[in-house]
């Protein structure tokens, strides 16, 4: 050792300068002592594990994923569930928005079978990027359903249908913009009663139904077939329950319209013979109630008996709805059947009187009764006697 060098003790060396005692060959090697922990406190037991929150496994999110005619179908179980028993006034609201999605869905699913293309509002701008990326717009259920009967050439829906659609069809564009409950159609305020929303539910389901069955389920693999059996099923049920509800209440109210049937007339909203007009137009069936009997007026002739106003006019026919000479209203009809069976030539919508014949007012030209060879209506005799 070099002079003035300092030896430091040996690192391990006991207190007393002697050499430590070499462990014994089998011997295990003592654990390390972490730095942080005294001699003391690794003798000690060791701290129990941290108490956590238990793991849980990570939810997958679910897939929207609904083909063409199971999305339909399911619409339609969802209206016949919400027409059930006695449906509220949300009952009625979903009731008419997915029965209204569901014929959007299903006519669109046939005649994308005919092709695709056929699905664009203008087919002419179809292309098949805009049309796998679902990014057009797409035609409306009239105009699909038009494009089945017309290029498809399907013997399907009728008059009735198409009016049965149009009219959900505006009930749901009033839910969308200002609500169902009184809406206005032109001048008048219109309210939607239960009954009526059920009658034209159960036309609608009644065509769909047969549609699913001869125009969609064929094209269907048979895997898909049990899932929309079972589907079907059920719907099939729930309209079995709308109809005997519809029949019960028909049985109801057959007493109380027996001794007015001579004076009933067709509602153009349910098609049931239960419409009566006495100032105030109501239909004891499917409750719809109007004071503009001239609106009801046009609607018979449009919807009961089926003249196109448009044909008509152009043809240069007579007036479809005319001046009552009664009320002084623009609210009679010609050729109106009652619910016996009686046919009168004329029908006021506002008054409820009905006419055998009229005469031609000798100054307008207005219907007008006659009396003594000579027939004024009421605005050209009140303006005759206001000159003297």
């Given at each position: 050792m070099a002079d003035g060098?300092?030896?430091?003790p040996a690192e391990d060396a006991s207190e007393d300068g002697s050499a430590p005692e070499a462990p014994a060959a089998d011997a295990e090697p003592a654990a390390p002592i972490p730095a942080q922990q005294t001699r003391g406190e690794a003798d000690a037991e060791p701290p129990a594990a941290p108490v956590g929150k238990p793991t849980r496994a990570v939810r997958q999110p679910a897939k929207v994923i609904f083909g063409p005619v199971e999305n339909g179908v399911d619409y339609l179980c969802s209206v016949t569930h919400h027409l059930a028993g006695a449906p509220t006034p949300r009952d009625l609201k979903y009731a008419i928005l997915h029965l209204v999605a569901a014929t959007e869905v299903l006519l669109k699913a046939r005649l994308q079978l005919e092709h695709w293309s056929l699905?664009?509002?203008k087919p002419q701008t179809a292309t098949r990027e805009t049309f796998d990326n679902a990014d057009f717009k797409s035609c409306g259920s009239i105009?699909?359903?038009?494009?089945?009967?017309?290029?498809?050439?399907?013997?399907?829906?009728?008059?009735?249908?198409?009016?049965d659609l149009n009219i959900l069809?505006?009930?749901?564009?009033?839910?969308?913009?200002?609500?169902?409950?009184?809406?206005k159609e032109g001048k008048a305020a219109k309210t939607v009663y239960a009954p009526a929303v059920e009658k034209v539910a159960a036309n609608l389901l009644d065509f769909l139904l047969n549609f699913v069955r001869d125009?969609?389920?064929?094209?269907?693999?048979?895997?898909?077939?049990?899932?929309?059996?079972?589907?079907?099923?059920?719907?099939?049920?729930?309209?079995?329950?709308?109809?005997?509800?519809?029949d019960n209440r028909m049985s109801r109210l057959r007493a109380e319209l027996e001794p007015l049937r001579d004076q009933t007339v067709q509602c153009p909203l349910c098609k049931v013979y239960a419409l009566l007009c006495n100032g105030l137009v109501e239909c004891r069936f499917c409750e719809a109630v109007s004071e503009w009997g001239v609106v009801v007026a046009q609607e018979y002739v449009l919807h009961v008996q089926e003249i196109d106003w448009y044909s008509h006019s152009k043809d240069g026919g007579n007036e479809l709805v005319d001046w009552c000479p009664e009320c002084n209203t623009d609210s009679l009809v010609a050729d109106v059947v009652f619910a016996t069976g009686r046919r009168t030539s004329y029908f006021c919508f506002t008054c409820g009187c009905d006419f055998d014949s009229l005469a031609s007012c000798d100054v307008c030209g207005r219907p007008?009764?006659?009396?003594?060879?000579?027939?004024?209506c009421g605005w050209c005799l009140?303006?005759?006697?206001?000159?003297f």
């Open positions: 060098a300092h030896e430091e699905i664009f509002e105009e699909a359903l038009e494009r089945l009967q017309n290029i498809a050439g399907l013997d399907i829906g009728n008059q009735q249908t198409k009016r069809i505006q009930w749901r564009n009033a839910l969308q913009h200002y609500g169902l409950k009184t809406y125009e969609l389920r064929p094209e269907l693999k048979r895997e898909e077939l049990q899932a929309l059996d079972d589907e079907l099923r059920n719907v099939y049920t729930g309209l079995a329950d709308i109809k005997k509800y519809l007008a009764q006659e009396a003594d060879g000579m027939a004024a009140d303006a005759k006697l206001e000159r």
